[in-house]
């Protein structure tokens, strides 16, 4: 089994990618640790907790990590998300804390403890991660697979996706960092959108596909009124499939710099695409998705949770 640690900020989409870690056999989920991002680190965590409790899954550690970007000021991403970070579905309050100690220790920890080396899929701003890079030089790491950037396209603004336009500073330290890291971004994951279809196909396969379908129903009014979806993509759920099944995303190696400058292009991924720069490759750029194949498997682990 593949252990992985899940760094998330839940999020509709982060839910759904915790659920389908969780549905994996393939995975050893050694742990969940949080972060600002869609909404406070406090909101996060409780979020991830809450998640964890609906799967019966008290046995998975969660770790609460950075409150705040390395440099910039805390954005939270309530318009997309509401107000609780996970708006839609009701779910009871956490039965449980956080483990104690914070989420780069944690992680510090499990990663020098684990026999294999581990992949991390960081699903929100970097900060936690570039902080551990930071600590540990990334020792035992297999991979990054994150989901985050893109190479043509903006959801924060025109230029810069949300995940690493929050904390462009961790982002960059990120890419820079030697590791193998994998990018998924909006190139891909805008062709995760769901369709009222396989809204049916989750609610059919009982009670999480259809917390599922609910947490996709309160995301999918954000992109019908912005974007005029009839759906919400499920970005983060698709950075957990590209580890299940790697070859469900088309990626070429590529050089990928970060805009730390600019207020218009803040959190840019500059993406070489046609090399045109002359510099090295650092990360296997996402670029097409099986929808279908990602969508089959979706729905195949949550029916397998009940
Ligand atoms: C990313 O930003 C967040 O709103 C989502 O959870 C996802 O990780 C998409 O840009
Ligand atoms: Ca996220």
Redesign the pocket.
Known sequence: RTPIILDC?P?H??AIALLLALASPELDLLGVTTVH??QTLEKTTANALRVLDLAGREDVPVAAGADRPLVRELTV?AH??GDSGLDGPSLPPPGRGPAAGHAVDFMARRIAESPAPVTLVP??PLTNVALLLERTGGANIERIVL?GGAVAEG?MTPAA???IWADPEAADRVFHAGLDVTMVG?DVTHRAVTTPALQERLRATGTIGAFVADLVDFFAVYHRETYGWDGAPI??AVAVACVLQPSLVTTVERNVEIELDSDLCRGRTVVDLWNRSGRAPNAHVGVDLDSDGFFDLLVERIARLG
């Open positions: 900020d999020g989409d982060d991002g869609n991403a997309v998300h699903t929100g989901m959801n996706e949300f995940n909006l970005h983060d």
